[in-house]
Structure formats: structure tokens, C-alpha cells
């Protein structure tokens, strides 16, 4: 059981990426899955989570209205496209699975490896 993320790479401010995040797992499409990320000397922080068939979805501020996580069921994936990349969105991303719909890393088991973005400005 694991979560493989993909992509990584360097990005103009202004600019935009998607992550993407496949599951080898059989409980993926009764999962909550989320993204959260960890900036160099900071904590890790909540990204963006969404709920088991994709209807709710939720943000932190800094993100809102630029990210969207989005899944796919049928392929086992989560996917975190971003636009309008900020240095300050410059973290290693992490995606994580939960057996509910939450945005607290604790209620987090199962983590993937990290995906580096780096935004320059």
C-alpha cells in the first residue's frame, strides 16, 4: 500500500503545475485524500482536501481560488492543479490519505514520498 506522487520542478511566478498522485490501494475511492506541503524551515501545512466521490472539497486561504484537487476513482489518482504560482507556494507537496474528510495531518495514515515545486519570481 502506497501513494506515489509525480512531477516536481521549477515554475515562473505566474505560472502553473499539476501534481498528480496514484494510489495502490483498494480502499482509494473510500478514502479522503489530501495535499498538505512543507516549506523549507516551516512546518507542514494543510493544502487542500476532498472527499471520497469528489463532492466536497476544501482549501487553505493561501490557496483558495488558485489550487484545485481534483480525483479520479477509476485510476486510483488525486491531482493538485495549481495557476498563478507565488514564490511563497515554493514546498515540498506532500499527498496523504484519511479514512474521513478532514483537514487535520493527524487524521492522516498513509503518506506519499513528496514532490518538490519550487517557484522563482
Known amino acids: 500500500v502506497q501513494l506515489q506522487a509525480c512531477g516536481g520542478g521549477l515554475v515562473q511566478a505566474g505560472g502553473s503545475a499539476r501534481r498528480s498522485c496514484a494510489a495502490s490501494?483498494?480502499?482509494?475511492?473510500?478514502?479522503?485524500m489530501a495535499w498538505f506541503r512543507q516549506a523549507p524551515g516551516k512546518e507542514r501545512e494543510f493544502v487542500a482536501s476532498?472527499?471520497?466521490?469528489?463532492?466536497?472539497?476544501y482549501y487553505a486561504d493561501s490557496v483558495r481560488g488558485r489550487f484545485t484537487i481534483s480525483r479520479d476513482n477509476a485510476k486510483s489518482t488525486v491531482y493538485l492543479q495549481m495557476n498563478n504560482l507565488k514564490p511563497d507556494d515554493t514546498a515540498v507537496y506532500y499527498c496523504a490519505r484519511a479514512p474521513i474528510t478532514t483537514t487535520r495531518s493527524r487524521d492522516y495514515d498513509l503518506w506519499g514520498q513528496g514532490t518538490e515545486v519550487t517557484v522563482s519570481s
Open positions: 476532498i472527499s471520497r466521490h469528489g463532492g466536497s472539497t
Open positions: 490501494m483498494r480502499t482509494f475511492s473510500t478514502s479522503g
